[in-house]
């Protein structure tokens, strides 16, 4: 140390005191650190999931697929408590390698499927019912690009700008104006687009936008680290605005972002539609 500067040393190693609260749970190595059976219920599919943006992204495809008349769509969402180590467990590490939720596993087949990180899995159920992805292949391919354009960008608004200005054991000026910058840069990219089309891929609702909705519908709805929609001036987007504002209108969505979250009005699992009912408000 030199004058409060941190001094990388020639090689890295791991401190594993550091960290602030998530100090028990970051490491720098994969794999299972106890055994633990996954539960599985009666339906095609079985979620294994948090009520994160990344989580919300697929309990709101799977409701929409729903609404939408996919009777097949229907799932069981077991909640994974990631401050308790759940994602460490060996049945979970068995289907996500990379211990991150969501991880579904598709047992309509005569083989289980498994599926991770939350894009492939999006993906991976449009197809297979059909549903919001388009057909023809410049509007697939603008769909796809808005959705790997939401997945690589996630880790900066997340990451980045979430951790250092809500988690970080202490506030610091330069990566909090670095990630705020990066953050805003992207909302201007999804308020631009959404001035030239009413979704994201164009005039068509799709996974794109659901996948997009998961993070940026908590600056919306001024959830998301705590004061950061009023620090970043979320409401001067009106285009982001306005189509935030639909999607938030919608059924699907307001029924997929309660699942696999603890306390009132959320619903930690779902294995039927009655799960979401008893919590939906009147």
Request: glycine share 10%; proline share 6%; charged share 25%.
């Amino acid at each position: 140390m030199s004058n409060g500067e941190y001094v990388p040393p020639k090689v890295w190693s791991w401190d594993s005191e550091n960290g602030g609260q998530f100090a028990k749970l970051n490491r720098p190595v994969a794999g299972a650190t106890h055994e633990k059976a996954l539960p599985r219920g009666d339906h095609p599919l079985q979620l294994y999931s948090l009520g994160t943006p990344n989580g919300q992204k697929v309990t709101i495809l799977l409701e929409e697929l729903l609404a939408a008349g996919h009777a097949g769509a229907e799932y069981d969402a077991w909640l994974i408590r990631i401050m308790d180590g759940d994602q460490f467990g060996s049945g979970f590490v068995s289907i996500n390698p990379n211990s991150k939720i969501p991880a579904l596993l598709d047992c309509s087949g005569p083989e289980p499927i498994r599926v991770f990180e939350s894009g492939a899995i999006m993906l991976h159920l449009a197809e297979k019912f059909g549903a919001f992805v388009p057909r023809d292949a410049q509007g697939r391919a603008e769909c796809l690009s808005w959705l790997f354009w939401q997945m690589g960008s996630a880790p900066m608004i997340g990451a980045g700008f979430g951790h250092f200005y809500a988690y970080a054991p202490e506030k610091m000026e330069y990566p909090i104006n670095r990630y705020a910058m990066e953050t805003k840069r992207l909302f201007d990219v999804a308020d631009r687009r959404l001035g030239e089309s009413r979704y994201l891929a164009g005039e068509d609702y799709s996974i794109a936008d659901m996948a997009v909705y998961g993070w940026f519908g908590g600056f919306y709805r001024d959830e998301a680290y705590g004061d950061a929609a009023t620090f970043l001036d979320f409401a001067s987007y009106k285009n982001l605005n306005r189509w935030a504002g639909e999607l938030e209108s919608r059924p699907g969505v307001q029924r997929g972002r309660r699942v696999n979250r603890d306390g009132e009005g959320w619903a930690p699992e779902r294995h039927s539609a009655a799960d979401i009912d008893a919590i939906m408000p009147a």
